[in-house]
């Protein structure tokens, strides 16, 4: 299959190849160009741009083989699987073209494959760990690298002397120096392609990466250093000549870091003022770096360093500051530029070895090398990592210093260094070449094969994903407080003393500067993990439908003990992200307390929810704005529904005394959005039916003055990216509405109105600590969800129920469940009758009724038992009185959930 | 500054403080310099005044509940036993020392559990071996900072309170507490490398 699929990959070579001839001939002719062509070929115009695509393309293709098959790519590390692929494409090649056509420049690997690699392994470094982890990791980059390039290339130079290389290989210490130096450095990028799927320890992995990332200064230097001295000639060399390149050293990795760092500022604080143009912040954040790489590059500093320093430096203001789908468009196009980098990498790797003009082969020094590099390697480890443990709290053990020792795989950067050599000053240029090929062929296919066996034999920690809980993050703070105030107290200024210094300082200083106000108000850790949990339940709440609700309360993902917490994380989240940005945030709060507006938000999020699966998707592009499309379409929509069913209440409905309550709804969003005052004016129109599910919609449904439009514009504007924020903001109007309305008491049925969240919700068990729970039906029902989602659909129903059916039939109030679920089930029958008829309205009222019959079963348990024999004949995942549409959404649900 | 002694059997009892801490003679004696540094009169125990002169601590949002901790039981001074006592708690888990400790013997300071409840008793101000919804929103409100809401706040904590709390009484046993802890290496992050 593996040939199949060469070949498959070789075509379009062998096109380019084959186009590549007849498009010389016409141009070489060197006739006139005839006056007007129908047809021309222009395969120079392009030829560049043209192959690297190709190049990519077949790139990109060869993965997706690979990863046809689960098998190979769980035994064989992708980078091997590349490395041969280039092996047998160059071969192609050469057969083909009778010369080697394509190889690894060395200006192209560190222009342009190099800096995605090393920005998209800064950026995305955990940085605690990192930091954490310091000592070690600079350890092991200076010392280790320096120590890999001394040995190995004295050790080279005493194998020569002792006569075990052959003579053609003309080549004195400094030579031999400047070769340890380019073979001594462990590569990222092989690392990184490698450990990413061995997966050991967060601690060792971030040792072996941070060396292999940190190195590139040491490198460097060595690298510069030596070959200087081998041009200038070893007689030359004066002992200020040894003491620069001690200083520079220094210069280079300092001098790079420091570079990454003022790009990282400049990154962070551009990004502050981009608000108006979420557009271009990725680019940004890829411009900026690789600024940081190119000037690194041009003063002859470290850019490794710098890109390295640059990412880890900007990511936490950066990501504060972006919207979050720039943020997922930096971590996407940031990925697929790394890897796409990273696969023509390995493949250019594997293409170049084919050249055999280029290299010479010596047994001798070939063996020599690999067994020095390793031995040296294991060596340098042991000593090292003996020393750290002294100052260690965690010592790195014998397994980890085994793993450490086979992880020093060396790759693409040693490859373009000895390229770079100069043949009339390294005389030995080709045999260095072939060494060096033949070492990172080693490393990165045997070493990389063998590794995954060698950490699962040895058993090696493997890292443990878990998810954080808010817990965790709380206590981890707090022990971080109580390490750093125990520093004190002891009086040692160490490591938990800086790192409080600088988090003070960054509080104060740094947060300020660089983070947008908004951003750096709600950008604490705590909250973050809060905010992502609550993310992720809504989500999942939303997927999910009413599945969860209807078989154990509630489950969600990040909530694995308890149910009941479930609810109020995701509207609580609502609120949050609502008072995050939400202009009418006073008004709220001085309305009431939230507790209400979470039920509503929550029964808004459930029929959000029941929405989102039938959105349909129309062609559209924006260049400035992309979400206000999806927020404009997806509310046109939800406007298109809820003047339907305004339509069938208006049919099906005599009590008109309710119209006029409602209908100042509509308005009072557009107006508060500008004042920010509610306006309790009663207007006639709008049914208060609504008030269950058009969360959206409430908002853009006024679309009728221009004022509220503008508003509305410029709110979608700024939230541009927070589609759940809009929610909240809209369903808390809405409420708050509902409430005014209650106060005013125009409806005819003042029992109906009381039930609105408000006074229910007083009652809840978590608001008043471990009151009342008495009054609820069962203990299972006292978990909170289920109650809450009780007077959510309690208040939908209400407001459907003084519409459609005469006050009358309207239960007391459906939060205090009668304990009898008999009681429950005569109420609720007289419920369904009323919505009956609207079951016969395509959408909208099929809609409500998923909804109503959702929270209906997330109630409880027993009342679902009672119920299902009146409802359902259809299934019986509870949402019988559903139509066809419900039900489809709920499939839906289910599959995507799958 | 008080007088340097330079040896460890100058420290008052320093048998009986190394049998209970597990420190080392070096760690031991840095210690005592460390209070007599902080007795600044030279009366041989310390008082709140002289751990609150310590100026990172009083920025420190926790500072207080710590200085608290050296303080049990309201007392007032806190001689170089209770000094040390305290800091076990922050002693490196040693491997070996698990194997060997005598099962009679009471569990050492520096024990999983000992740090944690370390950790819990500056939640549970009130010490009746629960961290309340209300003690749980104090340390929220110091850990957190002025740039949430209190109405954020409050949900932060019913969310972390709720997400601990298994038999639903809305506060967090030490028992909740560790559970919600287990898949932490406590062992690492509470510990102090020089304090051996």
Excluded at chain 1, 351 to 367: C, P, R, T, Y
Aim: glycine residues 6%; contains cysteine; charged residues 20%.
């Amino acid at each position: 299959m593996l040939r199949a699929a060469l070949l498959l990959l070789w075509l379009p070579l062998a096109g380019a190849g084959a186009t590549d001839k007849p498009t010389q001939e016409p141009v070489s002719l060197g006739e006139p160009p005839p006056g007007l062509a129908l047809f021309r070929w222009q395969w120079h115009e392009v030829e560049a741009p043209y192959l690297v695509a190709l190049w990519i393309l077949v790139a990109s293709l060869a993965k997706i083989v690979f990863h046809l098959s689960r098998k190979v790519t769980s035994l064989v590390p992708e980078s091997c699987l590349l490395i041969l692929l280039g092996l047998v494409l160059g071969g192609i090649v050469l057969a083909v073209a009778k010369k080697a056509e394509y190889q690894l420049e060395p200006g192209t690997f560190f222009l342009f494959l190099l800096p995605p690699i090393v920005l998209d392994s800064g950026y995305f470094m955990p940085s605690r760990l990192f930091f954490d982890n310091l000592g070690a990791i600079l350890t092991y980059a200076v010392v280790g690298t320096l120590w890999n390039a001394f040995t190995t290339g004295v050790a080279l130079w005493g194998l020569q002397q002792a006569g075990f290389v052959g003579p053609r290989v003309q080549a004195g210490l400094l030579d031999f120096l400047l070769f340890g130096s380019l073979i001594s450095a462990v590569d990222p990028v092989a690392v990184l392609a490698v450990f990413e799927e061995v997966h050991v320890n967060e601690t060792l992995f971030i040792i072996v990466f941070g060396e292999s990332l940190l190195n590139d200064a040491v490198t460097v230097v060595l690298y510069k250093v030596c070959n200087s001295f081998v041009e200038m000639g070893s007689a030359n060399v004066q002992a200020t000549d040894y003491l620069k390149g001690v200083a520079s050293l220094f210069v280079v990795s300092l001098g790079g870091a420091a570079v990454g760092l003022v790009f990282a500022f400049l990154l962070a604080l551009t990004t502050r003022f981009t608000k108006r143009v979420r557009i271009i912040e990725p680019l940004l954040v890829f411009l900026l770096a690789y600024a940081a790489y190119l000037t690194a590059e041009m003063a002859s500093l470290s850019a490794i360093l710098a890109v390295t320093m640059c990412g880890l430096g900007c990511k936490k203001y950066v990501e504060a500051n972006i919207s979050h789908k720039s943020r997922t468009a930096v971590k996407y196009t940031m990925k697929t530029l790394a890897s796409c980098a990273e696969t023509v990498i390995f493949m250019l790797l594997g293409i170049s070895a084919v050249d055999s003009s280029k290299w010479a082969w010596d047994s001798g020094l070939v063996l020599g090398t690999l067994f020095f590099i390793l031995f040296f390697r294991a060596l340098g480890v042991v000593l090292q990592t003996w020393v750290l443990n002294q100052f260690r709290l965690v010592p790195l053990d014998k397994i980890d210093q085994v793993v450490m020792s086979y992880g020093g795989l060396r790759g693409a950067v040693a490859f373009a260094l000895v390229i770079l050599l100069d043949r009339t000053k390294v005389p030995a240029k080709d045999y260095f070449v072939a060494t060096t090929i033949v070492v990172v062929f080693f490393t990165v296919i045997v070493q990389g094969l063998t590794i995954k066996p060698l950490v699962k034999w040895l058993r090696v920690k493997r890292s443990d994903h878990h998810k954080p809980t808010l817990n965790q993050e709380l206590h981890e703070h707090t022990f971080d407080h109580i390490l750093a105030a125990v520093e004190d107290v002891v009086g040692h200024h160490g490591y938990h003393y800086w790192r409080d210094r600088w988090e003070q300082f960054d509080k104060k200083y740094l947060s300020q500067l660089l983070m947008r106000r908004s951003a750096y108000r709600i950008r604490d850790q705590i909250w973050d993990v809060y905010y992502r949990l609550n993310i992720r339940d809504a989500i999942s709440f939303v997927d999910q439908g009413g599945h969860v609700l209807s078989s154990t309360g509630l489950s969600l993902p990040s909530m694995p003990s308890r149910n009941s917490v479930a609810e109020t994380s995701v509207t609580n989240l609502l609120r949050e992200s609502g008072s995050g940005a939400c202009l009418d945030l006073q008004v709220i709060d001085t309305v009431r307390s939230g507790r209400d507006r979470e039920d509503a938000v929550m029964h808004h999020l459930l029929c959000g929810g029941l929405y989102k699966p039938r959105r349909r998707y129309k062609a559209s592009c924006g260049r400035h704005f992309i979400s206000e499309d999806a927020q404009e379409r997806q509310d046109k929509e939800v406007f298109q529904q809820n003047m339907k069913r305004r339509l069938e209440s208006f049919k099906s409905t005599k009590h008109n005394i309710c119209f006029t309550k409602s209908k100042p709804r509509p308005r009072k969003t557009g107006h508060k959005k500008k004042d920010g005052v509610a306006n309790p004016e009663a207007t006639n129109g709008k049914p208060p039916r609504d008030l269950g599910f058009q969360d959206t919609g409430a908002v853009i449904l006024t679309v009728e003055s221009e004022e509220e439009e503008e508003s509305d514009s410029s709110e979608t504007e700024k939230e541009d990216d927070e589609g759940i924020i809009f929610v909240a903001r809209a369903t808390s109007e809405v409420l708050q509405e509902g409430k005014v309305s209650g106060s005013l008491e125009v409806c005819p049925s003042p029992r109906i109105i009381p039930p609105s969240p408000t006074c229910a919700e007083k009652e809840l068990p978590w608001k008043s600590g471990q009151g009342d729970l008495a009054v609820y039906v069962s203990s299972e029902t006292t978990k909170i969800v289920p109650v809450d989602m009780q007077t959510g659909w309690n208040q939908s129903i209400s407001s459907l129920e003084s519409l459609a059916s005469p006050p009358c039939t309207q239960p007391p109030t459906l939060t205090r469940l009668p304990p009898h679920p008999l009681g429950m089930e005569e109420t609720q029958l007289p419920l369904d009758m009323s919505s009956d008829p609207r079951s016969s309205f395509a959408f909208p009222p099929s809609l409500a009724k998923a909804g109503r019959s959702r929270s209906e079963s997330s109630a409880d348990l027993p009342q679902q038992q009672e119920l299902q024999p009146l409802m359902g004949h259809k299934d019986h995942t509870h949402l019988s009185p559903g139509t066809a549409n419900s039900h489809w959404c709920i499939q839906f649900n289910r599959g995507g959930r799958l | 500054m008080g007088s340097r002694s330079s040896h460890a059997a100058l420290i008052p009892d320093v048998d009986h403080i190394r049998r209970e801490t597990g420190f080392s003679q070096a760690s031991l004696l840095r210690l005592y310099h460390r209070f007599q540094a902080l007795d600044r009169e030279e009366k041989g125990f310390l008082s709140r005044l002289d751990l609150q002169q310590i100026g990172a601590l009083a920025v420190n949002p926790l500072g207080d509940r710590i200085i608290d901790s050296f303080f049990p039981n309201g007392s007032q001074r806190v001689d170089f036993a209770g000094f040390a006592r305290v800091l076990a708690h922050f002693r490196p888990v040693d491997e070996d020392d698990a194997t060997i400790r005598d099962p009679k013997q009471p569990e050492p300071l520096n024990s999983r559990m000992n740090k944690l409840r370390f950790a819990f008793q500056l939640y549970d101000l009130d010490r009746d071996g629960k961290i309340s919804r209300n003690e749980m929103l104090q340390v929220l409100r110091l850990m957190v900072g002025v740039q949430v809401t209190d109405e954020q706040l409050e949900s932060i904590t019913d969310r972390t309170v709720q997400e601990a709390d298994e038999d639903g009484d809305g506060a967090v046993s030490f028992m909740e507490f560790t559970k919600s802890l287990e898949k932490m290496n406590i062992e690492q992050k509470m510990s102090i490398r020089i304090l051996k």
